[in-house]
């Protein structure tokens, strides 16, 4: 019992700290004259704003649940896993924590810090979903990786309740899948590339690049599509210079700029949400599949 309430006073402090204790209603809407409406709202309890609309069938998580369950998901193994940070992003909309897995992990001559990650939608607009996330401490690069697999994202339907008691074997299951991620990046640095691959990576994530888009077709580029490709060919070079041409240089370049250039909406835990679930997270994901496809 006390370890019970020990675990709850521990997720009232990280709610309050990283500005989560809030919660979410559903509420019924109604059309003119007052007439009912197949349609829900979904309140934030703290801003009062109505964050989406929904079915009757849509399930509600509460943030509450989603810290507390990842507490007990880190139990079983100590003090190897430990909350690095929580948030909100986009007023409330999804939230995330991140759990830090003890001791660095080494990619070459870069140390790398590995993460737990969980995000959930409050808007009912992604499932709640567990991954992987990783710190390269030399460029504070950042990178995440959600997993595919259904067993791992949980939709906000009837069984909704059920599933999300299957986090704390999700967070092993993370685990696992960490360092076999970091087994991957060492393959990458041992992997040599000639610079002309720089090229296919850029015009694979942007769909133009320096030399094999024709003159006349980045012409018709705006000015702010060729400053987009030329920051990316930037942090690659800078990337390169540091880690040596081969893949890990390569692919790091991409997430430097998704880390630091890319541009996001000015917004509380904007750069986080762009690498969780935005335009970052779309061209760390493309590059991450470009390079492993040459491993």
Request: net charge positive; charged share 25%.
């Given at each position: 019992m006390e370890n019970t309430q020990?675990?709850?006073?521990?997720?009232?402090?990280?709610?309050?700290?990283?500005g989560l204790d809030f919660t979410i209603t559903k509420e019924p809407l109604v059309g003119l004259e007052g007439k009912p409406t197949p349609y829900f709202g979904l309140f934030n309890s703290k801003s009062g704003e109505c964050i989406n609309t929904v079915k009757e069938g849509y399930t509600i998580s509460q943030n509450y649940d989603i810290v507390n369950l990842a507490l007990q998901g880190m139990q079983p193994f100590g003090s190897d896993l430990k909350v690095q940070?929580?948030?909100?992003?986009?007023?409330?909309?999804?939230?995330?924590?991140?759990?830090?897995?003890k001791g660095f992990s080494k990619v070459g001559n870069d140390i790398i810090e590995r993460y737990v990650t969980l995000i959930d939608s409050n808007d009912g607009s992604t499932s709640l979903s567990i991954g992987i996330g990783d710190l390269t401490m030399s460029c504070q690069n950042q990178?995440?990786?959600?997993?595919?697999?259904?067993?791992?994202?949980?939709?906000?339907?009837?069984?909704?309740?059920?599933?999300?008691s299957e986090i704390p074997m999700?967070?092993?299951?993370?685990?696992?899948?960490?360092?076999?991620?970091v087994e991957l990046y060492n393959k990458f640095v041992s992997t040599e590339i000639s610079r002309d691959l720089a090229h296919k990576l850029v015009k694979e994530l942007l769909g133009y690049d320096k030399l094999y888009t024709s003159m006349s077709e980045l012409s018709?580029?705006?000015?702010?599509?060729?400053?987009?490709?030329?920051?990316?060919?930037?942090n690659i070079d800078i990337e390169i210079a540091d880690k040596g041409l081969n893949l890990w240089g390569l692919h790091s370049g991409v997430t430097r700029f998704t880390t630091h250039d890319l541009s996001t909406p000015k917004r509380e835990n904007a750069r986080i949400e762009s690498g969780l679930i935005g335009s970052g997270y779309k061209h760390n994901q493309n590059s991450l599949k470009f390079v492993s496809e040459l491993v």
């Open positions: 020990n675990l709850s006073e521990l997720t009232k402090t990280i709610l309050v700290n990283n940070k929580a948030g909100s992003l986009n007023g409330g909309r999804k939230v995330f924590i991140q759990l830090a897995i990178f995440w990786k959600f997993y595919a697999k259904g067993n791992a994202k949980f939709r906000h339907t009837h069984t909704l309740t059920q599933r999300m999700l967070i092993e299951l993370a685990l696992n899948e960490s360092i076999k991620q018709k580029k705006s000015t702010k599509a060729i400053n987009i490709m030329d920051n990316l060919y930037r």
